[in-house]
Protein backbone atom coordinates (compact mmCIF):
# COMPACT_ATOMS: atom_id res chain seq x y z
CA UNK A 1 0.00 0.00 0.00
CA UNK A 2 1.24 3.36 -0.93
CA UNK A 3 0.34 6.31 1.06
CA UNK A 4 0.79 10.12 0.51
CA UNK A 5 -0.01 13.05 2.76
CA UNK A 6 0.58 16.51 2.22
CA UNK A 7 -0.64 19.39 4.87
CA UNK A 8 -0.69 23.60 4.07
CA UNK A 9 -1.95 25.64 7.22
CA UNK A 10 -2.19 29.29 6.61
CA UNK A 11 -3.10 31.56 9.97
CA UNK A 12 -2.53 34.95 11.28
CA UNK A 13 -3.06 36.19 15.16
CA UNK A 14 -5.35 39.68 15.43
CA UNK A 15 -5.25 42.09 18.38
CA UNK A 16 -8.95 43.55 17.87
CA UNK A 17 -10.56 46.39 20.43
CA UNK A 18 -11.78 45.63 24.13
CA UNK A 19 -9.11 43.31 24.88
CA UNK A 20 -9.42 40.69 22.20
CA UNK A 21 -7.29 38.55 20.75
CA UNK A 22 -8.00 36.48 17.56
CA UNK A 23 -6.19 34.05 15.73
CA UNK A 24 -7.76 32.80 11.58
CA UNK A 25 -6.51 30.55 9.13
CA UNK A 26 -7.33 28.17 6.63
CA UNK A 27 -5.62 24.62 6.03
CA UNK A 28 -5.16 22.05 3.03
CA UNK A 29 -4.92 18.41 3.42
CA UNK A 30 -5.01 15.69 0.92
CA UNK A 31 -4.95 12.26 1.37
CA UNK A 32 -3.77 9.77 -1.15
CA UNK A 33 -3.14 5.69 -1.54
CA UNK A 34 -3.30 3.07 -3.84
CA UNK A 35 -3.79 -0.21 -2.72
CA UNK A 36 -5.25 -3.33 -4.24
CA UNK A 37 -7.86 -3.61 -1.17
CA UNK A 38 -9.10 -0.36 -2.19
CA UNK A 39 -11.23 0.67 -5.41
CA UNK A 40 -9.52 -2.07 -7.27
CA UNK A 41 -6.14 -1.20 -7.09
CA UNK A 42 -6.60 2.20 -8.45
CA UNK A 43 -5.54 5.44 -6.49
CA UNK A 44 -7.59 7.23 -4.27
CA UNK A 45 -7.31 10.51 -2.69
CA UNK A 46 -9.43 13.03 -0.24
CA UNK A 47 -9.04 16.49 -0.79
CA UNK A 48 -9.73 18.57 2.66
CA UNK A 49 -10.40 22.38 3.06
CA UNK A 50 -11.36 24.00 6.10
CA UNK A 51 -11.05 27.68 7.95
CA UNK A 52 -11.08 28.48 11.12
CA UNK A 53 -10.78 31.16 13.97
CA UNK A 54 -10.72 31.61 17.82
CA UNK A 55 -11.05 34.79 19.77
CA UNK A 56 -10.38 35.48 23.60
CA UNK A 57 -11.97 38.27 25.11
CA UNK A 58 -11.09 39.33 28.57
CA UNK A 59 -14.78 40.70 29.05
CA UNK A 60 -14.17 41.78 33.03
CA UNK A 61 -11.29 41.41 35.60
CA UNK A 62 -12.01 37.96 36.48
CA UNK A 63 -13.57 36.86 33.56
CA UNK A 64 -12.46 35.56 29.97
CA UNK A 65 -14.21 33.83 27.06
CA UNK A 66 -12.67 31.71 24.49
CA UNK A 67 -14.87 30.91 21.27
CA UNK A 68 -13.92 29.06 17.97
CA UNK A 69 -15.14 27.58 15.28
CA UNK A 70 -14.04 25.80 12.51
CA UNK A 71 -15.68 24.94 9.16
CA UNK A 72 -14.57 21.62 7.36
CA UNK A 73 -15.15 20.39 3.33
CA UNK A 74 -14.51 16.57 2.54
CA UNK A 75 -15.41 15.69 -1.00
CA UNK A 76 -18.05 13.05 -0.07
CA UNK A 77 -19.89 14.64 2.87
CA UNK A 78 -22.16 17.75 4.07
CA UNK A 79 -20.11 20.72 5.10
CA UNK A 80 -18.87 20.27 8.82
CA UNK A 81 -19.15 23.13 11.35
CA UNK A 82 -17.79 22.83 14.77
CA UNK A 83 -18.05 25.58 17.30
CA UNK A 84 -16.36 25.30 20.75
CA UNK A 85 -16.69 28.26 23.75
CA UNK A 86 -15.04 28.03 26.82
CA UNK A 87 -15.66 30.59 29.78
CA UNK A 88 -13.07 30.76 32.34
CA UNK A 89 -13.40 32.68 36.03
CA UNK A 90 -10.79 33.32 38.31
CA UNK A 91 -11.27 35.02 42.04
CA UNK A 92 -8.35 34.99 42.87
CA UNK A 93 -4.84 34.08 40.62
CA UNK A 94 -4.39 30.77 42.67
CA UNK A 95 -7.73 29.24 41.59
CA UNK A 96 -9.74 29.20 38.13
CA UNK A 97 -13.37 27.74 37.35
CA UNK A 98 -13.78 26.78 33.57
CA UNK A 99 -16.80 25.78 31.94
CA UNK A 100 -16.40 24.34 28.09
CA UNK A 101 -18.96 22.67 25.52
CA UNK A 102 -18.56 21.93 21.85
CA UNK A 103 -19.34 20.18 19.49
CA UNK A 104 -16.51 17.87 16.89
CA UNK A 105 -16.65 15.02 14.33
CA UNK A 106 -14.58 12.98 12.30
CA UNK A 107 -15.29 12.47 8.39
CA UNK A 108 -14.55 8.83 7.33
CA UNK A 109 -11.27 7.63 6.17
CA UNK A 110 -10.13 6.14 2.81
CA UNK A 111 -10.14 2.78 3.81
CA UNK A 112 -13.89 3.41 5.15
CA UNK A 113 -14.75 4.94 1.64
CA UNK A 114 -13.10 2.56 -0.60
CA UNK A 115 -12.05 -0.69 0.68
CA UNK A 116 -13.40 -3.55 -1.24
CA UNK A 117 -11.84 -6.94 -0.72
CA UNK A 118 -12.78 -10.57 -0.02
CA UNK A 119 -11.06 -11.97 3.00
CA UNK A 120 -10.87 -15.88 3.46
CA UNK A 121 -11.22 -17.61 7.09
CA UNK A 122 -10.88 -20.68 8.08
CA UNK A 123 -13.68 -22.34 9.66
CA UNK A 124 -12.10 -25.68 11.24
CA UNK A 125 -14.98 -27.82 9.72
CA UNK A 126 -13.71 -30.35 7.21
CA UNK A 127 -16.69 -29.98 5.45
CA UNK A 128 -16.60 -26.51 4.86
CA UNK A 129 -13.00 -25.25 5.60
CA UNK A 130 -12.85 -21.72 4.17
CA UNK A 131 -16.08 -18.87 4.36
CA UNK A 132 -15.75 -15.94 2.74
CA UNK A 133 -15.98 -12.59 3.74
CA UNK A 134 -16.75 -9.66 1.56
CA UNK A 135 -15.69 -6.57 3.38
CA UNK A 136 -16.66 -2.99 1.65
CA UNK A 137 -16.65 0.44 2.61
CA UNK A 138 -18.96 3.34 1.63
CA UNK A 139 -18.85 6.79 -0.24
CA UNK A 140 -22.23 7.88 1.38
CA UNK A 141 -21.15 7.64 4.96
CA UNK A 142 -21.89 10.82 7.15
CA UNK A 143 -19.31 12.01 9.67
CA UNK A 144 -19.08 11.06 13.28
CA UNK A 145 -20.15 13.35 15.63
CA UNK A 146 -19.50 14.38 19.26
CA UNK A 147 -21.00 16.88 21.74
CA UNK A 148 -18.97 17.57 24.83
CA UNK A 149 -19.35 19.60 28.08
CA UNK A 150 -16.91 20.09 30.87
CA UNK A 151 -16.49 21.49 33.92
CA UNK A 152 -13.23 21.76 35.82
CA UNK A 153 -11.60 23.60 38.94
CA UNK A 154 -7.82 23.98 39.23
CA UNK A 155 -6.25 25.55 42.52
CA UNK A 156 -3.33 26.49 43.95
CA UNK A 157 -2.86 25.58 47.84
CA UNK A 158 1.12 26.76 48.64
CA UNK A 159 3.00 23.58 47.43
CA UNK A 160 -0.40 21.61 46.24
CA UNK A 161 -1.76 22.02 43.10
CA UNK A 162 -5.47 20.44 42.55
CA UNK A 163 -7.08 19.83 39.63
CA UNK A 164 -11.25 18.60 39.76
CA UNK A 165 -12.98 17.94 35.96
CA UNK A 166 -16.21 16.60 35.17
CA UNK A 167 -17.20 15.90 31.67
CA UNK A 168 -20.31 14.80 29.63
CA UNK A 169 -20.59 13.59 26.36
CA UNK A 170 -22.36 11.81 23.59
CA UNK A 171 -20.86 10.73 19.93
CA UNK A 172 -23.13 9.65 17.28
CA UNK A 173 -23.18 8.28 13.79
CA UNK A 174 -20.68 5.61 14.62
CA UNK A 175 -18.48 4.31 11.79
CA UNK A 176 -18.19 0.54 11.69
CA UNK A 177 -18.11 -2.27 10.22
CA UNK A 178 -21.36 -4.47 10.30
CA UNK A 179 -20.86 -7.88 9.44
CA UNK A 180 -24.38 -9.72 7.81
CA UNK A 181 -23.82 -13.89 7.19
CA UNK A 182 -25.75 -15.29 4.40
CA UNK A 183 -26.70 -18.67 4.93
CA UNK A 184 -27.40 -20.30 1.60
CA UNK A 185 -23.64 -18.91 0.33
CA UNK A 186 -22.09 -19.93 3.83
CA UNK A 187 -20.35 -16.25 3.79
CA UNK A 188 -20.35 -13.15 5.04
CA UNK A 189 -21.14 -9.40 3.78
CA UNK A 190 -19.59 -6.84 6.03
CA UNK A 191 -20.41 -3.52 4.61
CA UNK A 192 -18.93 0.03 6.66
CA UNK A 193 -21.87 2.21 7.70
CA UNK A 194 -23.03 4.49 10.57
CA UNK A 195 -24.73 2.97 13.48
CA UNK A 196 -27.98 4.72 14.63
CA UNK A 197 -27.07 3.71 18.48
CA UNK A 198 -25.40 6.83 20.07
CA UNK A 199 -22.59 6.12 22.71
CA UNK A 200 -22.80 8.24 25.83
CA UNK A 201 -20.45 8.78 28.52
CA UNK A 202 -19.78 10.94 31.39
CA UNK A 203 -17.16 10.74 33.88
CA UNK A 204 -14.42 12.70 35.78
CA UNK A 205 -10.50 13.28 36.93
CA UNK A 206 -9.21 14.09 40.34
CA UNK A 207 -5.53 15.43 40.28
CA UNK A 208 -3.14 16.31 43.11
CA UNK A 209 0.05 17.35 42.59
CA UNK A 210 2.92 18.36 45.84
CA UNK A 211 6.02 20.07 45.54
CA UNK A 212 8.31 18.52 48.09
CA UNK A 213 11.17 19.87 47.37
CA UNK A 214 12.47 22.51 44.42
CA UNK A 215 13.61 19.26 42.75
CA UNK A 216 11.04 17.03 43.72
CA UNK A 217 7.70 16.44 43.26
CA UNK A 218 4.84 13.94 43.54
CA UNK A 219 1.74 13.87 41.80
CA UNK A 220 -1.30 11.53 41.46
CA UNK A 221 -4.78 11.32 39.65
CA UNK A 222 -7.82 9.42 39.10
CA UNK A 223 -10.26 9.30 36.51
CA UNK A 224 -13.41 7.62 36.57
CA UNK A 225 -15.40 7.15 32.74
CA UNK A 226 -19.05 5.36 32.68
CA UNK A 227 -20.30 4.28 28.93
Known amino acids: ?87 LYTPVPEHVFRVSAGRSFRDPTLLENYID ?17 HFFGSRTLSPETEESVEVSHTGRFRRLKTNVTGFYYQVKNLIYPVPTFDPVAFDFITPVENINDPLFAVGGEIGVEVMATSFLNYFANYSYQDL
Open 1 to 87: MNYDKYDVTVDQSLKLPFKNQADIGMTYHRNAAQSLLMNNGSSVHQDLWSVFGEDKWEMAERWMLMASGRVDRHPLTPIQFSPRASL
Open 117 to 133: TNLVGVTGDPSIPFVNN
